[in-house]
């Protein structure tokens, strides 16, 4: 959005924690641009009290709560609830079937293509494009899984994802194209039943302040917010 922002620092321990928080304020004082962390998690928070007067601000960053929800929202739309979703679903599979299969290797140069005209038609960032195409050539090495939905033998959509130790499955892509009425609806239930109705949530990530990306996640019944603050200085460091 404009705005230099810095995003929490990974360390192995706390007070390596706390030590980065502190580097990433002189880098912020020395190139002379306004110190804020974005996403910092309540553990995070917590590190960051317990080590004392640091003199910063926190504020609830909404733009980075991240999403979860039954698997059930899912796997099985409910009729009342949601029936335009049921009847994108419905609609999809009358007009293209169900097709989809696990991702392969193989699919590298059909996906990579398909990337690229969504970058083209700005359906996704640059900031997708290579994050992505990386996690897909690394998928078993990252521990991720990928499926492709299909339309005459050509792959129309993808979705990316992970369960973690928690077994919280989390959605890290998901892009289908536009122009096969319900295909997103579809993609998202057909991903959920295939790799998630397990898990104890669905982990859907954050909205990032998009107000049409807000408007999709809140379209399904939140199950709870994961709380995300905005940190800044407070008082002279």
């Given at each position: ?205 954050e909205d990032m302040g998009i107000e049409g990306l807000r408007s999709s996640k809140l379209s399904y019944l939140v199950e709870r917010f994961i709380v995300k603050y905005r940190i800044t200085l407070g008082f002279e460091y």
């Amino acid at each position: 959005r404009g705005e230099k922002v810095f995003y929490p620092p990974i360390a192995k321990t706390p007070e390596e924690f706390v030590s980065a928080i502190k580097n990433c304020v002189e880098y912020a004082k020395e190139n002379g641009f306004p110190f804020v962390i974005e996403g910092i998690t309540p553990v995070q928070k917590q590190a960051i009290d317990s080590y004392g007067k640091l003199y910063l601000h926190f504020e609830p960053d909404r733009n980075n709560y991240e999403y979860l929800y039954d698997p059930s929202e899912f796997t099985s739309y409910n009729e009342r609830l949601q029936s335009y979703k049921v009847a994108q679903v419905k609609g999809y599979e009358k007009r293209y079937g169900s097709l989809r299969r696990p991702y392969v290797p193989s699919d590298m140069e059909e996906v990579e293509e398909l990337f690229k005209v969504w970058l083209g038609n700005r359906n996704i960032t640059e900031y997708d494009y290579n994050p992505m195409l990386c996690a897909l050539k690394n998928i078993d090495k990252l521990g991720l899984f990928a499926t492709c939905l299909l339309y005459n033998e050509k792959i129309i959509g993808l979705s990316i994802g992970k369960i973690d130790d928690k077994n919280v499955g989390t959605v890290l892509f998901e892009k289908a194209e536009h122009k096969y009425f319900g295909s997103n609806a579809a993609l998202v239930s057909y991903f959920a039943r295939d790799y998630l109705s397990g898990c104890k949530y669905v982990n859907r990530q954050e909205d990032m302040g998009i107000e049409g990306l807000r408007s999709s996640k809140l379209s399904y019944l939140v199950e709870r917010f994961i709380v995300k603050y905005r940190i800044t200085l407070g008082f002279e460091y």
